[in-house]
Each structure stands twice: as C-alpha cells, then as structure tokens.
C-alpha cells in the first residue's frame, strides 16, 4: 500500500471509532451537536454523500493522473525539447535519437537473451470470484550497462543509472501456476529517443540522468511518434469527461 492508502484507512479508522466514543459517552464528546444532527437526519446526510461519491472518484483520478513520476517528467520534456545531433550536443538537457550500440551485454533473466538492459517484473497470480486471473507485481527492477546512441553525425555515451524504459511493451513473458515473469529489453540496433543531461569529462562527452528534473529517459522512436499525435486528443477528451461529470455531479446535489 502506498503512504496515500494509509492516510485515507487511518482518517477513515478514526472516525469509526470517533463514533464508537460518542456514542457511549454523548454530551461528553466535542462536535456533539453536529454528530447528533448527523445520526438524526441520517437519511438526508447518507443522500448527500452517495451524490459525494462520484465527485470524491473524480478528484483522486485526477491527482493520480497528476502526480509526478519519471515517466510523466520523460514524457512532458520531450514533448518540448527539439532532437538535437549528437555532433552539435551544448551542455544541459537534450533530447537526442539514434541507434543503439552495446558496448558490454547483459543477459536477460526470462529468456536469457544478450541485451543492453532491461526492467523485469514478477507478478503474483490468482483468481478472482469469477475465475478469471489477476496480477500483483511483487517485484520490479531495472538493469542496464553502458552504452552508446549512434546518429548521422557521431556517437556518444550513455551513463545510464537511473534509466526509465518508458512506453516500452514486454519482450519476453514466462507463466507458472502462480506467477508471471516479464522483461522489456533495450537491444543493439534499436532506433531510440533518449531524453537526459549532455555533460563532459576530460573533454570527452556523454550523458547521464539529470539532477534537476531528474529524468534519464527512453523510448521508441516509433512509439512516442503515436503517443505525440494522439496524446492532445486524449487530454481533451479527459478535460471534456471532467468537465460533464461536474455538470452532473452539481445537478444531483441540487
């Protein structure tokens, strides 16, 4: 469970047993007169509360969706960086895409397949009332060597700690009766956009992940080609959504 998850089963526990307490000990209790209004219109409160619910779904939708991650920083900061050439790279954050290339392999751990790196998760395997398999990652880790992007103009060095593997789909999947196995690889020859800190050091040039925003992302050329065209239409779509669920929300309260 997360810290928010926590929160919310810790406020929720101590009013059940703020009620317990006042309704042994009544008079005696701060905020009597407002609990006893509540248990004598219950009806009309439980009402107002069931109208609540939706809007309660909606603002921990939202706040989910807003908060910060690696993944969404990537994904925001691409979005606005231009592609630069590796030849013509200025000290800072930068943007840049090209060609994989392995310098010392790794192998992966589903499938035992020679890689640049990879993120594997397990995940936990049970059923549900209906039959139908649910999963739980019990287990989440991200491994990747040193090594360099190749575009039109040169090459240069990635010092990947702290890299995120984003809007990459699995590569291998393995199942046992009670768990799953999946890893999504970075490989030689991939074509890549990777989004970091273009640093130096005894003159020599290679980025890592930036302190400031910190980022060191990457993804799929392809992939965050789609994800940039239909990205602004989902927003939309999802602004249009809240903006209806309001309406309605307002309307059954009154």
């Known amino acids: 469970m997360s810290p928010a998850s926590y929160s919310v089963l810790g406020i929720i526990l101590f009013c059940f047993l703020y009620y317990i307490l006042w309704l042994i000990f009544k008079e005696k209790m701060p905020f009597h007169e407002y609990l006893s209004d509540i248990n004598t219109h219950y009806d009309e409160y439980a009402g107002r509360v069931l109208y609540c619910i939706p809007l309660v779904i909606f603002i921990l939708i939202f706040f989910t969706i807003l908060k910060p991650s690696a993944s969404k920083r990537f994904l925001r900061l691409q979005a606005s960086l231009p592609t630069s050439k590796i030849q013509s790279l200025a000290k800072g954050l930068v943007e840049v895409e090209g060609t994989l290339m392995m310098q010392a392999p790794l192998r992966s751990p589903v499938n035992n397949e020679e890689c640049i790196g990879y993120y594997y998760t397990i995940e936990d395997v049970d059923k549900d009332s ?32 702290g890299i995120e593997l984003v809007l990459l789909g699995e590569t291998n999947i393995s199942s046992t009766y009670n768990k799953r196995y999946k890893e999504t690889l970075l490989k030689h020859g991939q074509k890549m956009l990777l989004v970091g800190y273009a640093d130096s050091k005894n003159g020599v040039p290679f980025i890592r992940k930036d302190e400031h925003y910190k980022v060191l992302g990457i993804t799929s050329s392809s992939g965050i080609t789609v994800w940039n065209k239909y990205q602004p239409l989902l927003r939309s779509f999802l602004f249009t959504c809240s903006i209806i669920l309001l309406i309605i929300i307002y309307i059954l309260i009154q």
């Open 130 to 161: 209906d039959g139908k398999n649910t999963y739980t990652t019990v287990h989440r880790e991200t491994q990747c060597n040193l090594f360099q992007i190749k575009d039109e103009t040169g090459t240069i060095e990635i010092q990947p700690e």
